[in-house]
């Protein structure tokens, strides 16, 4: 579990990265989940955004994203969330 300091460093962190990884109108595909679990071993925060043209909703998807991957949901703001999980050779720890 993340401590409060340790979710406002990630927080701060993830303002400036890109999101990797992004929702369409297929929603929560197998292709994209995989896509999802390469970014998260590559770089253990991941940015997540939904297009508009998707009905996949942010609670479905948190929902699919921390029982799937056991990631934690560090930010929800309009149609991006922010998710970590560490891992050693992972690129941002904290």
């Known amino acids: 579990m993340l401590n409060k300091d340790q979710l406002k460093e990630l927080r701060r962190l993830s303002h400036h990265e890109n999101a990797l990884?992004?929702?369409g109108k297929n929603g929560?595909?197998?292709t994209l989940l995989e896509s999802f679990e390469a970014s998260l071993l590559?770089?253990?925060l991941v940015k997540v955004s939904i297009q508009k043209n998707?009905?996949?909703?942010k609670e479905a998807l948190i929902a699919e994203i921390e029982d799937r991957f056991g990631a934690y949901t560090i930010s929800k703001v309009g149609r991006v969330v922010v998710f970590y999980r560490y891992n050693a050779k992972g690129r941002?720890?904290?």
């Open 21 to 23: 990884v992004s929702v």
């Open 28 to 30: 929560l595909t197998p």
């Open 42 to 44: 590559a770089h253990n």
């Open 54 to 57: 998707s009905e996949t909703t």
């Open 92 to 94: 941002i720890k904290v």
